[in-house]
């Protein structure tokens, strides 16, 4: 098998039913016997593009650990509904703690991205024991998709009216790019996030564990990340060198620093 193929290399999905009746698609790889990272992807991407094509599968399994994914209801091989009341963040994050339960894993790392990110800090803080040591990317502080502008989608969904934003357009050329993406189920998430309650991260109650957040020197985001690891007694920053928003995942220093501040984790 060559280098291309294990980097790329896709198990078959894992199915679990979670509380609303959606199924959600899970991957596993490594050892069980080995520690395990949850990994999150972020909105209108998949496990396989976020995690696997760039990389980090590949090198956290090299590290030592085992790693556990999943595809975001409205993303990747997991059911797709079109309705904003499904993409609560409350129910994002259950998705989560319902595959760890799953799994029967009792703790986990947790590695997210842009929304994945967002989850994660929920998790972080509805199961603050079973997470130990989180890394987030890509962080927004307020709203996620807060940039991505609804009714140009809604109007490019009924009639192909061409959206014109510059932010909505990166967003619908990675819905494009992105194998089995559902436009009005991205949509949905969207409007989901706004009308969730608790959709803002409240750095008055920040997680307590330790966290490293990692965001694009290019990324409009930044000095939301930054203030959200000032706000977490533990927090740390990594400016991820010369990356925005959409590319940040693929780099290398943003992958080995992970690395090494969940490897530190094991011996703390």
């Not at 799994?103 to 079973?130: C, H, K, N, T």
């Not at 750095?203 to 959200?228: C, N």
């Amino acid at each position: 098998m060559t280098g291309l193929q294990i980097l790329t290399e896709m198990p078959d999905p894992q199915y679990l039913m979670v509380g609303d009746g959606y199924r959600i698609a899970t991957y596993s790889w490594g050892d069980d016997a080995d520690p395990t990272v949850v990994v999150v992807h972020g909105f209108a991407s998949s496990t396989k593009d976020n995690w696997v094509a760039t990389g980090w599968v590949r090198d956290l399994t090299a590290a030592g650990f085992r790693v556990l994914a999943l595809d975001q209801r409205g993303h990747g091989a997991s059911d797709k509904p079109h309705e904003a009341d499904a993409f609560d963040i409350r129910q994002l994050a259950g998705d989560v703690e319902t595959m760890l339960d799953t799994y029967l894993v009792d703790e986990a790392f947790y590695v997210g991205y842009s929304l994945g990110a967002r989850v994660g800090w929920e998790v972080m803080q509805d199961i603050a024991p079973r997470i130990p040591r989180a890394v987030l990317g890509g962080v927004p502080d307020g709203i996620p998709l807060a940039r991505l502008d609804i009714g140009q989608v809604r109007a490019l969904i009924a009639d192909g009216t061409p959206v014109t934003d510059p932010v909505t357009q990166n967003y619908i050329r990675l819905a494009d790019r992105v194998s089995g993406n559902d436009l009005r189920s991205l949509l949905a998430i969207a409007e989901g996030m706004r009308a969730s309650r608790t959709v803002d991260p409240d750095p008055a109650h920040a997680p307590q564990q330790p966290v490293l957040f990692a965001t694009g020197e290019l990324d409009a985001v930044i000095e939301g990340s930054r203030a959200l690891a000032a706000a977490c007694p533990q927090g740390r920053f990594l400016e991820i060198p010369a990356r925005h928003h959409f590319n940040a995942p693929g780099s290398r220093v943003f992958r080995a620093e992970a690395i090494a501040f969940l490897r530190d984790g094991l011996t703390a």
